[in-house]
């Protein structure tokens, strides 16, 4: 069975740093993707960055290239985005996900099978 619990996050200043990280536990194939998603009140939860597990390949939505950073640890259990010039339109729920398989269609909420709990990134201006 595979968990994925999330800490980090919290309330920044626009402009601030936040780092949120995501411990995987379980078996997940090396040929997997993972993920950040974030939902903000009244929004659909979109992607925001993904992974490939296994060639390290990264992914970004426009909206946060250049500020966001998605990588793993060296025993690929952890997964962190590092959020740096953070603005208000920021603000939301961010999530970590993961599914087997390439990074394809890596945005759809609905192709990832596990999913962390959830943590509120609140950036005020």
């Known amino acids: 069975q595979v968990q994925l619990v999330q800490s980090g996050g919290g309330s920044v200043q626009t402009g601030g740093s936040l780092r949120l990280s995501c411990g995987i536990s379980?078996?997940?194939?090396?040929?997997?993707?993972m993920g950040w998603f974030r939902q903000a009140p009244g929004n659909e939860r979109e992607g925001v960055a993904a992974l490939a597990r296994a060639s390290g390949e990264t992914l970004y939505v426009d909206s946060v290239k250049g500020r966001f950073t998605i990588s793993q640890d060296s025993a690929k259990k952890t997964l962190y985005l590092q959020m740096n010039n953070l603005k208000p339109d920021d603000t939301a729920v961010y999530y970590c996900a993961v599914r087997s398989g390439v990074c394809l269609d890596w945005t759809r909420p609905v192709r990832y099978g596990y999913w962390g709990q959830g943590t509120q990134v609140t950036v005020s201006s």
């Open positions: 379980g078996v997940i194939f090396e040929n997997s993707c």
